[in-house]
């Protein structure tokens, strides 16, 4: 499996690597606090640590469900944290426009799950020569991630990495299945398990999706278990207060003692 560099770490070597920040950007002070906070943690523990935010959420399921703040405003802030607090950061993109002005201040381009199949989205990020990130869409196998990997690789750029989140079962549900991390990374790219977008309810409200955020550390140490590289976690100061996903998020004052575990998982596995 190849590890991919990224600043002075590597994403699939020797040690965790944890992807995680708000969801949408709600504001600058929200993802100071986190990226501060998730900073001191990960330092502290030894852990790689890129930090996440949406600068726009554009699979909302309804027109009235918040997106963020926007591209222009969004990317501002995005390079300003990455500035202020000395990280790599990732973000996603939702049209091939985004490519590359994402490019400008992110690290990582995320390829959200129910658009891993847009060629020109792939290609676009490819072309950026970025690392870019897909994840999993909840209604593939896991083999099929092959084809699609091959397409960001046709197009000049072997830095991969691949998110898992679940697969759909059902109306409004999903389910982890761990065999997706062997199967995935014996393609040669490092896995990272999405552990809050797992216990997603897509939809599940009506205008807008829920979430069983008290099993976010049970597939989390599951994951680490079965092998992934590296983790992705929705976090916030108050999720009951956030304007995106607030009921899979994770709360901000639990993060350190969930990835110390996490820790000590991935130490013992690898």
């Not at 969801?23 to 990960?42: G, H, P, R």
């Not at 330092?43 to 949406?54: A, H, Q, T």
């Not at 901000?252 to 013992?268: G, Q, V």
């Amino acid at each position: 499996m190849k590890t991919i560099k990224l600043n002075n770490f590597e994403i699939g070597g020797d040690k965790l690597t944890i992807l995680a920040g708000p969801c949408a950007m709600e504001s600058k002070e929200i993802c100071a606090a986190v990226c501060k906070k998730l900073k001191e943690v990960t330092e502290k523990l030894g852990i790689n640590y890129i930090f996440k935010v949406s600068f726009d959420k554009a699979n909302r399921s309804s027109l009235a469900s918040y997106r963020g703040l926007g591209v222009e405003e969004g990317l501002k802030i995005i390079g300003e944290i990455k500035e202020e607090f000395q990280v790599p950061v990732v973000t996603d993109i939702h049209e091939p426009y985004q490519a590359e002005m994402a490019a400008k201040v992110a690290d990582i381009l995320q390829i959200p799950a129910f658009l891993c199949r847009q060629t020109d989205l792939l290609v676009a990020a490819a072309k950026t020569g970025k690392i870019v990130n897909i994840k999993k869409g909840q209604f593939l196998s896991p083999y099929q991630m092959k084809s699609i990997a091959k397409k960001v690789i046709d197009s000049g750029n072997d830095n991969i990495l691949i998110t898992e989140r679940g697969a759909s079962f059902g109306y409004n549900n999903l389910v982890s299945d761990m065999r997706s991390i062997k199967i995935m990374q014996d393609m040669g790219y490092p896995v990272i398990f999405d552990a809050t977008h797992s216990v997603q309810i897509p939809g599940g409200k009506g205008e807008s999706s829920g979430g069983e955020r008290q099993f976010v550390p049970l597939l989390a140490k599951s994951a680490v278990a079965a092998g992934a590289k590296g983790l992705f976690f929705e976090i916030h100061p108050e999720p009951s207060c956030a304007l995106c996903d607030g009921d899979n998020m994770l709360p901000l004052s639990e993060a350190e003692k969930l990835f110390t575990t996490l820790n000590e998982i991935f130490r013992i596995v690898n």
